[in-house]
């Protein structure tokens, strides 16, 4: 399609919007595809009532009850999303896990220990990110109360995200990655007395569990560029441009085949007089989007804390609360931490959710 325009648009998006006008992208593929930007009199989410199934959704993942089954919060064919947690424990002999089914990202919400594989020991606590291939065996030794949010990734494996004109150093060194250290978790089991005689092997979405006479983790040497790694938020650079917002898919960590895995961290708002410096307004009308509010101040929300998730489905407009556009004016950088789940096809939500939905959230964009 050619570039067209009518009436009175602004010549740079998220930018020049008069006063008292308000901005609606309209995109397609996530940000990546065609996009235009509609210049209109009132915000897009002026609605009064919503009537049928399409609307948005706020959860309160605290007050699920605590649990180390992975309790399933939403899904489709391509991604299922979970919490989990774990604690520790006193016994020497432990059980690790194999997920047949796809690739895992686990993100650690709260909590730090450690994590036993066939390629060596990993740390992990809160922020951090564990990239687990699909297939490869791994025990979580908690040492304290741990939260996770965990991605499973059905059609596809992690990837990287297409770095293009930033170069091989954005949004992450590759040197920041963790990686696993055999020596490291050799020492630590002979020390600690551990053994791993059991693993249970999820196919199918369905367990099977392997016995062992032996430990399973003998493994004395390795190569190759298939392993577990680990990704701290804070070792990640947020792309950033201090004249003009930049859409979400700038912030992307992961890539798979059917969606995306980006992280909101703080940053700087933008400088110029004229730039939009809240979220815009927008409809993603190829993708579903999740956000998981992991730490900080959430100001494009209102009545937010940590450990909330919201849900909106493809289908309708959205973008910040109104108390937000009007508190932002003396703030000069954001805090949050979050992690955003795009996904290409609808999500499923588990009956398990509606109970700890707040009913009512639709109506926030109200003034």
Not at 112 to 119: F, V
Not at 120 to 139: A, E, N
Not at 145 to 168: C, W
Not at 169 to 188: M, T, V
């Amino acid at each position: 399609m050619h570039h067209y325009s009518q009436g009175e648009p602004t010549r740079q998006g998220h930018k020049g919007i008069a006063e008292g006008y308000y901005e609606e992208e309209q995109g397609l593929l996530g940000f990546f595809g065609p996009v235009s930007h509609l210049i209109k009199k009132k915000p897009s989410t002026r609605w009064v009532e919503i009537e049928g199934p399409l609307r948005p959704h706020m959860y309160d993942l605290v007050e699920l009850p605590k649990s180390p089954q992975w309790q399933r919060l939403l899904y489709n064919r391509s991604v299922s999303i979970y919490k989990s947690c774990c604690e520790p424990s006193s016994n020497a002999t432990l059980r690790a896990a194999r997920d047949a089914d796809g690739d895992l990202l686990y993100f650690c919400h709260k909590g730090s220990g450690r994590i036993l594989t066939e390629y060596g020991l990993l740390t992990y606590s809160p922020g951090q990110y564990i990239v687990m291939p699909k297939c490869l065996t791994h025990c979580f030794v908690p040492e304290e109360k741990t939260e996770f949010l965990i991605i499973e990734n059905h059609g596809s494996h992690y990837q990287e995200p297409d770095r293009g004109i930033v170069g091989r150093h954005a949004p992450y060194d590759i040197n920041a990655l963790g990686k696993p250290d055999l020596q490291a978790q050799q020492e630590f089991l002979s020390k600690q007395g551990l053994e791993i005689l059991e693993v249970e092997v999820k196919h199918s979405g369905r367990p099977t569990l392997f016995r062992y006479r032996e430990c399973i983790m003998d493994t004395v040497g390795w190569k190759g560029d298939l392993f577990p790694y680990t990704l701290h938020m804070d070792h990640i650079m947020p792309l950033m441009s201090h004249r003009v917002h930049l859409p979400p898919s700038a912030h992307t960590t992961f890539v798979a085949r059917d969606f995306v895995v980006c992280s909101f961290l703080p940053r700087p708002l933008e400088q110029d007089e004229d730039a939009l410096k809240v979220p815009f307004y927008h409809q993603n009308i190829d993708y579903d989007e999740v956000l998981f509010y992991h730490d900080g101040d959430f100001f494009s929300r209102d009545n937010l804390h940590a450990g909330m998730m919201s849900f909106h489905p493809a289908g309708f407009p959205h973008g910040p609360h109104p108390k937000a556009v009007k508190n932002i004016g003396g703030k000069t950088h954001t805090n949050e931490y979050a992690v955003m789940i795009d996904t290409r096809w609808p999500l499923s939500v588990d009956p398990q959710l509606e109970s700890v939905e707040l009913a009512d959230y639709w109506k926030s964009w109200q003034e």
